[in-house]
């Protein structure tokens, strides 16, 4: 499956991004899908995922309460909607798909970045 991130911008901190994930081919719906990022200078971390049908959700504490993930598989698409943005979550966002519900790491995008200003 391939994978191709798009959303990412400059938004001040409390604002809000939709980052959009679309998915080739018809095998989606048999991946679960997840979100990681990478900010300069730090390791990439799990940001969250979601199952296969799209009725379970996992997150990063750090994430917990602002984002939330989303899919839709007639679509092949994937949804990360980031609210109450801080500076702290500055980073290049990576959209992922796998087998392992909790952290689908099988198969990566190319990143988009999401800036926010203080």
């Known amino acids: 499956v391939q994978l191709q991130a798009s959303g990412g911008g400059l938004v001040q901190a409390g604002g809000s991004l939709r980052l959009s994930c679309a998915a080739s081919?018809?095998?989606?719906?048999?991946?679960?899908m997840g979100w990681f990022r990478q900010a300069p200078g730090k390791e990439r971390e799990f940001v969250g995922s979601?199952?296969?049908?799209?009725?379970?959700?996992y997150y990063a504490d750090s994430v917990k309460g602002r984002f939330t993930i989303s899919r839709d598989n007639a679509k092949n698409t994937m949804y990360l909607q980031m609210n109450s943005l801080k500076p702290e979550d500055t980073a290049v966002y990576y959209c992922?798909?796998?087998?392992?519900?909790?952290?689908?790491?099988?198969?990566w995008g190319k990143g988009t970045q999401v800036t926010v200003s203080s």
């Open positions: 081919g018809r095998t989606f719906s048999t991946y679960a």
């Open positions: 979601v199952s296969r049908s799209g009725g379970n959700t």
């Open positions: 992922t798909a796998g087998m392992v519900v909790v952290t689908p790491m099988d198969y």
